[in-house]
Antibody, heavy 122, light 111 residues
Framework: QVQLQESGPGLVKPSQTLSLTCTVS??????????WSWIRQHPGKGLEWIGY???????YYNPSLKSRVTISVDTSKNQFSLKLSSVTAADTAVYYC??????????????WGQGTLVTVSS | QSVLTQPPSASGTPGQRVTISCSGS????????VNWYQQLPGTAPKLLIY???QRPSGVPDRFSGSKSGTSASLAISGLQSEDEADYYC????????????FGGGTKLTVL
């Protein structure tokens, strides 16, 4: 069974860059048919999709965050990463990584990491 | 403000059947399949229903999904205390070059 695990600093200063890594186990990030996403959840709020990456390196970002987001992949480590620049308190959230499937019939984010809380504060 | 609209709360007694609605538009639910997630307190969302009405392995058949036009519903029959959680609908949205969109979540209380 595929498992995903987020890691990275839990506290980031305003104006700095938030950096998180998602380690995938139980399956290869290089196997086709899947894309690898980041989603966040503000405290007590709903879910917001940040973006995704294919193992090939192709990326797609939420237009509302596109100017500040970079997602990259390291297939040798079976990891993918998120960088969010110029953070403010509004970026305080639980950040999740997830695996996505996009077929002719359906799209789904099926496996999720446990999430990691990132607080933006000086 | 979430793109998909869900009622903020729902409730039922043990054994009852409850439904949670999710309303969208032609660019999301109207043209793509709907997924449902269950989020227990302090945990990550867990996939409950995908492709409108399909259950992943291990999800009890008490949970069912349906879709009609630009709306979808999640039904839970034989309500149990452990079903108390937040439930989210999700769909791919074809506008703005495409993005995942979610409902604001429905807090289900088992009375």
């Amino acid at each position: 069974q595929v498992q995903l695990q987020e890691s990275g600093p839990g506290l980031v200063k305003p104006s700095q860059t938030l950096s998180l890594t998602c380690t995938v186990s139980g399956g290869s990030i290089s196997s086709g048919g899947y894309y690898w996403s980041w989603i966040r959840q503000h405290p007590g709020k709903g879910l917001e999709w940040i973006g995704y990456i294919y193992y090939s390196g192709s990326t797609y970002y939420n237009p509302s965050l596109k100017s500040r987001v970079t997602i990259s992949v390291d297939t040798s480590k079976n990891q993918f990463s998120l960088k969010l620049s110029s953070v403010t308190a509004a970026d305080t959230a639980v950040y999740y990584c997830a695996r996505g499937i996009s077929s002719s019939w359906y799209k789904v984010l099926d496996y999720w990491g446990q999430g990691t809380l990132v607080t933006v504060s000086s | 403000q979430s793109v998909l609209t869900q009622p903020p709360s729902a409730s039922g007694t043990p054994g009852q059947r409850v439904t949670i609605s999710c309303s969208g538009s032609s660019s999301n639910i109207g043209s793509n399949t709907v997924n449902w997630y269950q989020q227990l307190p302090g945990t990550a969302p867990k996939l409950l229903i995908y492709s409108n009405n399909q259950r992943p392995s291990g999800v009890p058949d008490r949970f069912s999904g349906s879709k009609s036009g630009t709306s979808a519903s999640l039904a839970i029959s034989g309500l149990q205390s452990e079903d108390e959680a937040d439930y989210y609908c999700a769909a791919w949205d074809d506008s703005l070059n495409g993005r995942w969109v979610f409902g604001g979540g429905t807090k289900l209380t088992v009375l």
